[in-house]
């Protein structure tokens, strides 16, 4: 619902893929009854640059366009139909210019440049050991490319944006998003204010999954310029096919892999090259393309890795943090090369992998000791024991169908990338009635975070969870907690939580000790009551403790912080300590196909991650299956057609995610509990885990099933038959 | 994606009402369930001025068993005729048809007259309606017919159909003891979506010959088509997998399909093949002949 008098907001966007804006006429808008305002970049108070990490996306585009899509005025009116009819009648001239539509044409010499330099936007490098001496060493070596595609978020809300001005020097912008205070800052620089004169509430988000880290930051700065300029409430709601045309999709990457592994099984070198194709603007391009080339070895020890990565404009739309972020591509990529040698050596998959895994004391791909917390082989185990494998080892034929049996295992560093300071706060406030609010930055995007958070609160301070109420993200109330992404808002955001509760605890138990005329060590919080341990039938319920701190001027209320650990890496070598820990995971996939007609049907699953710790097992199974459906889709169905910039299929129609009747049977996942030391209760990020290992597994039975390899995404029906027919004629 | 406008929306009781608006009112367009036609106006930016429900008009709904046939009305919609014993017994390919159309929603609100009127290459209806012998009753104020469903597409999206005419009802023989029909489609994945070939196929048995056959495909060519060349190779023959595979080579050289999002020609083509196979053994054991 738009309160009544609300302005509405839309955005005029580019339909060329590249050329120059000679000149935007707004007069016939303008003229139009119930048009309030048509803006440019002229009209931007502040800065017009918003590029994440670097500055080539301008706000609007007033002088070159990028891809079709690109924003180059927002129009605002009285009702939707008015701004439609506004956004139709301003004319733009453009000069064509031609436009890169492939990575290789992008880096040939000659190539159009799409922004002011080269069209590398960065370069990532790792040289660990000696490739070449490590490839003398092995046995066999494979080597093979795999393109992964793009792909939509599809989340069903989509991206709203409501912002109000107050008084002439703030707006309060309430929106869908999962990165409050990012939002603040680029509302900020839009409008050239502070920090606090702007307000942002991200109440209950329908789905993230990492998209409205980019959109809602853009969306509030949208709707914040508009509703100063006007002086009105404005409201902007993009629609499907403007999500899917213009909005950022997971990036696009080619891999070539080389591998080896000597005659004992045992991983001797790799060497991997990366073409990400971030489209028409960097966005998150450097965080992305980093975190495939830190992970590139994948839960392995490899003690010779020699990786090249680049990240490379063209004039489509652009990508930006999808859920699994750079690790799910890469992954489909290594997990599909560890079945190939463990294929050519002859050693089971499985085995094949345990030889080779992450334990504590092994080093990362980028030299990191891993010192603890690694479950991988405990990961493994679990799923070769749930999965009954070694009685799976045969593909199993139903008439035109076959059945098979694929692993894929991951491993993903929680947090941020490229050693970014990370942090989180929290404030947690006791009311008079013995009753809690909790703020906290980390939003609720579906997946159940922020209650987790009080479910550590409960444990900590013994209160009931339904005392704590949850507040929405406010930026007014709580300070700046990053955004609700890389699989930090738990580990982060709880830990931030743990430490405001500590603190309210000590506060909670010297009061009651002193009501109830005792040690403090002596008292035992728990069911919203101070007991006494050793006479429970001495207690006082929080109301009374709450009326006595009070009234004590004992304090009822706490601020939280959190940082994660200092890391380091070194960007000659791409050495260092480049994430403070790792959420392990390992899936085992059955697949059926019917080889008539080349439906992939991903029938059953056993899914095992090592969390760290559990703090809410169902929650855990929720990220699990979710984001295995949603890796499934992007194996499977889901395919973003792109033709000469044109994205050809922007609808639910046509792009299809995978329904409710695609669901596979899931068996229950396999909690692996190693431990993190430097969060609240050695808890670990699970959002993104699953995401990455049900890809390769689905690759991996599909070659089990058929001895069909896979190397570009999706499996369509279409695509996988004419692979088997093509197999099958040879 | 536009904004849809303002309309008027008009609800006659009557198909006498209807037609009358119909002839009297140039920009009046019909519309039952909308699940086809508002995600149209909203493509294109369409602003229809005058839109004449038919949902209200009782005998535009439901299905009749008449003598020698079944009578189904334009309004009825998918998941009523699901719900229909007549048409789960007696008209199997129409049943199947419906079961995977769309998803729960829009079975709940499409009807089989807007499925069929909006002439997609690919409705899920048509080959079973097909098949069947479906002939529809169309009417304007003046003139009121009965057209073979095969002949009613023109083109995708384009029908027979004149400004001033509806259809008023679908009329399908009721198929005899002896015969069987089945519908099976190509999608690309479990439900929701639309078909990138879809099939129906009729037949009547006598003992181990064919006595009378129909092969109807959905989504590889600009309209749902009767493969008649087909039904000839098979019609008084015995039937046997040399026969299956004639009918099949037959529909392959027959259809026209194209390239386009959800599918290749060259896939379209071979899964014609896969889906004559399989429907004609379907239909072929629900006659009652062993396979």
């Known amino acids: 619902m738009i309160p009544k008098?609300?302005?509405?907001?839309?955005?005029?966007?580019?339909?060329?893929?590249?050329?120059?804006?000679?000149?935007?006429?707004?007069?016939?808008?303008?003229?139009?009854?119930?048009?309030?305002?048509?803006?440019?970049?002229?009209?931007?108070?502040?800065?017009?640059?918003?590029?994440?990490a670097l500055p080539d996306q301008p706000f609007l585009n007033n002088v070159k366009v990028h891809y079709i899509g690109d924003p180059i005025a927002i129009v605002?009116?009285?009702?939707?139909?008015?701004?439609?009819?506004?956004?139709?009648?301003?004319?733009?001239?453009?000069?064509?210019?031609?436009?890169?539509?492939?990575?290789?044409?992008?880096?040939?010499?000659?190539?159009?440049?799409?922004?002011?330099?080269?069209?590398?936007?960065?370069?990532?490098?790792?040289?660990?050991?000696?490739?070449?001496?490590?490839?003398?060493?092995?046995?066999?070596?494979?080597?093979?490319?795999?393109?992964?595609?793009?792909?939509?978020?599809?989340?069903?809300?989509?991206?709203v944006a409501y912002a109000y001005p107050e008084g002439n020097h703030k707006v309060t912008i309430i929106a869908s998003g999962q990165s409050p205070h990012l939002a603040r800052e680029k509302v900020a620089i839009v409008l050239g204010w502070r920090l606090n004169d702007i307000k942002i509430v991200i109440p209950f988000t329908g789905g993230g999954f990492g998209k409205k880290d980019d959109t809602a930051p853009l969306c509030c700065a949208y709707a914040a310029f508009a509703a100063v300029k006007t002086g009105k409430p404005v409201a902007l709601i993009y629609e499907r096919p403007e999500i899917l045309t213009a909005t950022p999709k997971r990036f696009p990457a080619r891999f070539k892999y080389k591998s080896g592994a000597d005659k004992n099984g045992k991983l001797t070198a790799i060497e991997v090259d990366i073409t990400l194709e971030v489209g028409a603007y960097s966005n998150r391009s450097p965080f992305w393309l980093w975190r495939q080339t830190a992970h590139a070895a994948g839960p392995y020890e490899v003690h010779n890795c020699w990786i090249d990565g680049r990240a490379v404009y063209t004039n489509k739309v652009y990508g930006g943090s999808f859920r699994g972020f750079g690790n799910l591509a890469l992954h489909f990529a290594v997990?599909?090369?560890?079945?190939?040698?463990?294929?050519?050596?002859?050693?089971?998959?499985?085995?094949?992998?345990?030889?080779?895994?992450?334990?504590?004391?092994?080093?990362?791909?980028?030299?990191?000791?891993?010192?603890?917390?690694?479950?991988?082989?405990?990961?493994?185990?679990?799923?070769?024991?749930?999965?009954?494998?070694?009685?799976?080892?045969?593909?199993?034929?139903?008439?035109?169908?076959?059945?098979?049996?694929?692993?894929?295992?991951?491993?993903?560093?929680?947090?941020?990338?490229?050693?970014?300071?990370?942090?989180?706060?929290?404030?947690?406030?006791?009311?008079?009635?013995?009753?809690?609010?909790?703020?906290?930055?980390?939003?609720?995007?579906?997946?159940?975070?922020?209650?987790?958070?009080?479910?550590?609160?409960?444990?900590?301070?013994?209160?009931?969870?339904?005392?704590?109420?949850?507040?929405?993200?406010?930026?007014?109330?709580?300070?700046?907690?990053?955004?609700?992404?890389?699989?930090?808002?738990?580990?982060?955001?709880?830990?931030?939580?743990?430490?405001?509760?500590?603190?309210?605890?000590?506060?909670?138990?010297?009061?009651?000790?002193?009501?109830?005329?005792?040690?403090?060590?002596?008292?035992?919080?728990?069911?919203?009551?101070?007991?006494?341990?050793?006479?429970?039938?001495?207690?006082?319920?929080?109301?009374?403790?709450?009326?006595?701190?009070?009234?004590?001027?004992?304090?009822?209320?706490?601020?939280?912080?959190?940082?994660?650990?200092?890391?380091?890496?070194?960007?000659?070598?791409?050495?260092?300590?480049?994430?403070?820990?790792?959420?392990?995971?390992?899936?085992?996939?059955?697949?059926?196909?019917?080889?008539?007609?080349?439906?992939?049907?991903?029938?059953?699953?056993?899914?095992?991650m090592d969390v760290g710790k559990a703090i809410d097992p169902l929650m855990i199974e929720g990220q699990i299956q979710g984001a295995t459906s949603q890796g499934q889709g992007f194996a499977l169905s889901e395919y973003l057609q792109v033709k000469n910039g044109v994205v050809l299929n922007p609808s639910m129609k046509d792009y299809l995610a995978p329904s409710a009747m695609d669901t596979p049977e899931y068996e229950d996942a396999i909690l692996v509990e190693e431990p993190y030391n430097y969060s609240v209760f050695g808890a670990k990020g699970v959002g993104e885990p699953a995401i990455i290992t049900i890809v390769p597994a689905i690759c991996n039975a599909i070659y089990h099933a058929t001895g069909i390899r896979t190397h570009e995404l999706p499996i369509t029906p279409d695509r996988f038959y004419k692979l088997y027919k093509e197999a099958n004629q040879q | 994606m536009k904004p849809l406008g303002g309309f008027d929306l008009i609800r006659p009781r009557t198909i006498a009402g209807v037609l009358e608006i119909m002839s009297s009112l140039e920009t009046a367009q019909v519309i039952a369930g909308g699940t086809d036609m508002i995600p149209v106006f909203r493509d294109i930016g369409c602003k229809p001025e005058h839109l004449i429900e038919l949902t209200t008009v009782q005998e535009l709904n439901g299905i009749f068993e008449e003598k020698e046939n079944i009578l189904i009305g334009p309004t009825t919609t998918h998941t009523q005729l699901l719900e229909s014993n007549i048409v789960k017994e007696k008209l199997s390919a129409l049943w199947e048809g419906c079961s995977v159309l769309g998803s729960v929603q829009i079975r709940n609100r499409g009807t089989i007259g807007g499925n069929i009127c909006n002439a997609s290459p690919a409705a899920d209806t048509a080959p079973g309606l097909i098949v069947h012998g479906t002939e529809l009753h169309i009417g304007s104020l003046r003139e009121i017919k009965w057209v073979p469903i095969e002949n009613f597409f023109v083109g995708p999206k384009i029908t027979i159909l004149n400004p001033n005419e509806i259809v008023i009802g679908f009329r399908i023989p009721i198929p005899p003891e002896n015969s069987g029909s089945a519908f099976q489609r190509i999608g690309r994945r479990n439900g929701f979506c639309l078909s990138i070939v879809n099939c129906a196929t009729y037949l009547e048995r006598d003992g181990q010959k064919v006595n009378e056959s129909r092969i109807a495909l959905g989504s590889v060519g600009p309209t749902p088509m009767r493969i008649v060349d087909a039904e000839k190779v098979i019609k008084g023959k015995k039937f046997d997998e040399k026969m299956i595979a004639e009918a099949a080579a037959i529909c392959m050289e027959t259809i026209k399909p194209i390239d386009d999002i959800r599918g290749s020609a060259d896939y379209r083509k071979d899964m014609t093949a896969v889906l004559v196979k399989r429907t004609l053994s379907t239909a072929w054991r629900r006659t009652g002949g062993a396979f």
């Open chain 1, 5 to 52: 008098g609300t302005a509405v907001l839309k955005i005029l966007r580019s339909t060329q893929p590249h050329a120059l804006i000679k000149r935007i006429d707004a007069t016939p808008a303008l003229s139009l009854p119930g048009v309030d305002a048509v803006l440019t970049a002229k009209d931007v108070p502040g800065e017009n640059q918003i590029g994440y």
């Open chain 1, 76 to 159: 605002v009116a009285r009702d939707e139909s008015t701004a439609q009819d506004a956004l139709d009648s301003i004319i733009v001239d453009y000069e064509s210019l031609p436009a890169v539509f492939d990575v290789d044409d992008a880096i040939a010499p000659g190539a159009p440049l799409i922004h002011e330099s080269e069209n590398i936007a960065v370069k990532t490098i790792i040289r660990k050991g000696d490739a070449p001496k490590g490839f003398k060493k092995a046995k066999v070596i494979v080597e093979d490319t795999y393109w992964s595609p793009y792909q939509e978020h599809m989340y069903l809300e989509p991206d």
């Open chain 1, 335 to 608: 997990e599909q090369q560890m079945d190939k040698l463990a294929n050519e050596l002859g050693i089971d998959p499985i085995e094949f992998r345990l030889k080779n895994c992450l334990r504590v004391g092994s080093k990362t791909t980028c030299d990191q000791l891993l010192d603890h917390s690694v479950g991988i082989d405990k990961c493994i185990e679990g799923v070769k024991n749930a999965s009954g494998w070694v009685n799976k080892r045969k593909s199993v034929w139903n008439g035109t169908k076959v059945t098979g049996w694929g692993i894929g295992c991951g491993y993903h560093g929680n947090s941020t990338s490229r050693s970014t300071p990370d942090f989180a706060g929290a404030n947690l406030i006791m009311n008079q009635d013995g009753t809690f609010h909790y703020r906290t930055g980390i939003c609720e995007i579906g997946q159940g975070s922020p209650f987790g958070h009080v479910k550590i609160i409960a444990e900590i301070i013994g209160a009931k969870i339904d005392d704590i109420n949850i507040e929405h993200p406010d930026t007014d109330a709580v300070v700046d907690s990053h955004p609700t992404h890389a699989s930090r808002g738990l580990m982060m955001g709880g830990t931030a939580a743990a430490d405001a509760a500590i603190k309210l605890r000590e506060n909670l138990v010297k009061v009651a000790a002193s009501m109830l005329e005792c040690k403090p060590e002596e008292i035992d919080l728990r069911d919203s009551k101070a007991y006494i341990k050793k006479k429970p039938t001495q207690k006082i319920p929080f109301k009374d403790l709450a009326d006595e701190m009070y009234a004590r001027g004992i304090s009822p209320a706490f601020h939280g912080f959190y940082a994660g650990p200092k890391r380091f890496f070194d960007p000659e070598t791409g050495l260092g300590v480049n994430y403070s820990c790792y959420t392990f995971a390992a899936t085992v996939a059955e697949v059926e196909i019917d080889t008539e007609t080349g439906q992939v049907q991903l029938k059953k699953v056993w899914p095992a």
